[in-house]
T-cell receptor, first 115, second 111 residues
Framework: KAGVTQTPRYLIKTRGQQVTLSCSPI?????VSWYQQTPGQGLQFLFE???????NKGNFPGRFSGRQFSNSRSEMNVSTLELGDSALYLC???FGGGAPTDTQYFGPGTRLTVL | GQQVMQIPQYQHVQEGEDFTTYCNSS?????IQWYKQRPGGHPVFLIQ?????EVKKQKRLTFQFGEAKKNSSLHITATQTTDVGTYFC???????????FGKGTTLSVSS
């Protein structure tokens, strides 16, 4: 089985711009979660989508949004980029619904740099 | 808010020495998962613990879940250079719906 794929792998943007990141989960997985990873804050949960519905949301401002398509692929969007948004954005897929008690498989991440 | 604290933040050992990282939650957990992230890589799932007092082993790695389901540990026996990376714990609070990650312990090993 192919793993979780994320595109693009690297991205450089300037403050005020917006960005869209894409994640394709493992075939058959219906849940996609997004995380932001920074050296200072570690791995922080952004949101989770299951069957095209946002099921969970972390403590991030409304500039961070996402969606999921009928084929389970997911996108996240960050509008009005700030320097502090520079981070590695990871998506993780898993098979199940409900609380995360099954294995999460992480993608390689998108490294976003905001100048 | 709910937090998962992980210590130490960094640990350097000589190859062959043992290593332990500890995870403490501010709230009771339904389960705890452990991940390893190699330098430049992404987190890879290692194991999940669910039962109070549970102990699981994977070769040289031993994982424990505390009796109160608020703490956990990962112990590596006789470290090897291939063990280098950052080890994260992630806890699911009871009645919670999202994992809370600790900040990780970065292990370096010199030969």
């Amino acid at each position: 089985k192919a793993g979780v794929t994320q595109t693009p792998r690297y991205l450089i943007k300037t403050r005020g711009q917006q960005v869209t990141l894409s994640c394709s989960p493992i075939s058959g997985h219906r849940s996609v979660s997004w995380y932001q990873q920074t050296p200072g804050q570690g791995l922080q949960f952004l949101f989770e989508y299951f069957s095209e519905t946002q099921r969970n949301k972390g403590n991030f401002p409304g500039r961070f949004s996402g969606r999921q398509f009928s084929n389970s692929r997911s996108e996240m969007n960050v509008s009005t980029l700030e320097l502090g948004d520079s981070a590695l954005y990871l998506c993780a897929s898993r098979f199940g619904g409900g609380a995360p008690t099954d294995t999460q498989y992480f993608g390689p991440g998108t490294r976003l740099t905001v100048l | 808010g709910q937090q998962v604290m992980q210590i130490p933040q960094y640990q350097h050992v000589q190859e062959g020495e043992d290593f332990t990282t500890y995870c403490n939650s501010s709230t009771t957990l339904s389960n705890i998962q452990w991940y390893k992230q190699r330098p430049g890589g992404h987190p890879v799932f290692l194991i999940q613990l669910v039962k109070s007092g549970e102990v699981k082993k994977q070769k040289r790695l031993t994982f424990q879940f505390g009796e109160a389901k608020k703490n956990s540990s990962l112990h590596i026996t006789a470290t090897q250079t291939t063990d280098v990376g950052t080890y994260f714990c992630a806890g699911l609070p009871q009645a919670g719906t999202a994992l809370i990650f600790g900040k990780g312990t970065t292990l370096s090993v010199s030969s």
